[in-house]
């Protein structure tokens, strides 16, 4: 009788992990850091070449301060994928979790700390409904996303009356630049990437949601429930990207019932260039952390060189394609 704890692809043990395992994934997470590191350098030489402002320090500043929100939310999605699920929901949530901030503070007259935790509070309950659905009713997470994607924008609307709240400052503390030029949101979104990188790779929890996008009979079968590791990854991916509405709300000093509308799209995106598989069961922080990097560099490089809206897109989805395709391939070469 095959050992349930180890699923019949050759995925990692559920419970502990097979023999050569831990070297095995170390030598293909090399190889997918350097093939980033590679395609980063590359697209920072090309548009280095085509724009003699791109290699300047006030550049890389300018991404480094606008990508913490983007980093936060891949972080979450790299968890959903790892499970085999997806979460189209995270623009709206955003949106949502902004508009709880707004209210509380304009109309509640609370401070920063207190809002900033109820918003994140709501974006996380939106996810844990999300998954509740997805696993109460087994309807998939891309439907139940979608019908949360509506609801949640619909509530941003109704709380901020459509239209745009102004905060003020009360937030500037995480956008405001410290320590050569590099602000506070963009330290925190770097402290997340580790820690989640570290959950993934270095616990037991993590190692049971590779299982779950692995072979989900197999974690069942090991005596382990899903479920709650599936609530848990949809409630962390809310509050990310509640804590990614703080980042935004910082930086505008405003909640937008508009904000992070295709957000979902940039997020997914990241998380695929990063090497993380679509069908579960394989994915890396670190390398959705080079996935956002290309797709800003990309952005701002793009940008700089003059490049229309039409052409940006064209090119973004190119690149996104080519990624799914890469995915693909990879699929196939580890069930040869």
């Known amino acids: 009788m095959n050992d349930p704890t180890v699923p019949p692809d050759g995925g990692p043990a559920m419970l502990d992990e097979a023999p050569g395992a831990r070297a095995s994934g170390t030598r293909l997470g090399l190889s997918n850091y350097l093939g980033l590191a590679g395609a980063l350098a590359a ?16 550049t890389f500043s300018t991404i480094a301060n606008q990508i913490p929100d983007l980093v936060v939310m891949s972080v979450g999605m790299t968890f959903v994928l790892i499970i085999a699920g997806i979460d189209l929901s995270v623009g709206s949530v955003l949106a949502l979790a902004a508009s709880v901030v707004s209210v509380a503070s304009l109309k509640w007259g609370w401070g920063p700390v207190p809002s900033a935790l109820i918003g994140m509070a709501a974006a996380a309950l939106t996810g844990m409904v999300t ?66 990188q570290l959950v993934l790779t270095r616990t037991v929890f993590g190692r049971h949601l590779v ?58 995106a990241a998380v695929v260039i990063g090497g993380t598989s679509l069908m579960g069961g394989r994915g890396s922080v670190i390398s959705t952390f080079f996935g956002v990097l290309i797709i800003s560099v990309l952005a701002a490089g793009l940008a700089q060189i003059g490049a229309n809206e039409p052409t940006k897109r064209i090119i973004t989805g190119a690149v996104i394609v080519v990624a799914v395709v890469l995915d693909t391939y990879r699929s196939r070469r580890r069930r040869a």
């Open 211 to 268: 299982g779950i996008g692995t072979n989900e009979e197999a974690v069942r079968l090991a005596g382990v429930d899903p479920r709650p590791y599936k609530v848990a990854v949809f409630a962390l991916m809310g509050a990310l990207s509640g804590l990614a509405a703080l980042f935004q709300v910082s930086r505008l000093e405003a909640a937008d019932p508009n904000a992070g509308v295709g957000l979902e799209l940039q997020v997914i």
């Open 131 to 196: 998954r509740g659905v997805t696993v109460g009713w087994r309807i998939p997470s891309f439907i139940v996303s979608l019908g949360v994607l509506e609801a949640a924008r619909g509530l941003a609307y109704q709380l901020t009356h459509s239209r745009t709240s102004y905060i003020g400052d009360a937030f500037d503390f995480l956008s405001n630049p410290i320590a050569v030029g590099i602000s506070p949101a963009f330290v925190i979104a770097v402290v997340v990437m580790i820690a989640a």
């Open 43 to 58: 697209m920072v030489a090309l548009f280095s070449a085509l724009s003699s402002h791109f290699l300047t320090y006030e």
